[in-house]
């Protein structure tokens, strides 16, 4: 009997990433229909059988739908057919297989906050200085000072 691997999810308005996390996979079996995702193949150092199986909480449209396969994982990139956030993964009761992708996951509200901006949030340093009140020091004024600093705690020590 195939063991089954862990799979984590994520989300966002359009899409879904789901991650199987087997190292060394083997004979990929991978079918993903409008209502389905199945993965099948042996993996892990030992070369154990894996399967697993989610049937969609709404349907996906296959054609747009992306696979990578790494020695480390499979990742799926999987597009909604219609846009919207689903309140599961699965139709049905819970699968004990199945994880939240942490490092992918956005709620609702951060998508928004998130759309059409630059992730540094267009700031760099010297207007986060200046944003601050100040300007950023002239390195050789913080050379000056960190010796100055280190003299004076050896002199107190002594």
Not at 4 to 11: K, M, N, R, Y
Not at 96 to 103: G, P, Q
Request: proline residues 5%.
């Amino acid at each position: 009997m195939p063991l089954h691997p862990t799979v984590l999810w994520a989300q966002r308005n359009d899409v879904i990433y789901l991650t199987v996390e087997i190292s060394d996979i083997t004979k990929p079996q991978i079918d993903v229909t409008s209502e389905r995702f199945h993965f099948k193949g042996k993996g892990e150092k030992e070369q154990n059988e894996y399967e697993a199986e989610i049937e969609f909480y709404a349907p996906v449209n296959v054609e747009k739908s992306k696979q990578h396969l790494t020695p480390r994982n499979l990742t799926m990139v999987i597009y909604k057919k219609e846009e919207g956030y689903w309140p599961k993964l699965q139709k049905g009761g819970k699968l004990n297989f199945l994880k939240v992708d942490f490092a992918r996951w956005r709620d609702e509200d951060d998508e928004e906050e998130e759309e059409g901006q630059d992730p540094m949030g267009a700031m760099d340093f010297q207007s986060l200085m200046s944003q601050a009140g100040g300007n950023l020091p002239n390195m050789d004024d913080l050379v000056i000072i960190f010796f100055f600093f280190f003299a004076s705690v050896d002199i107190l020590k002594n």
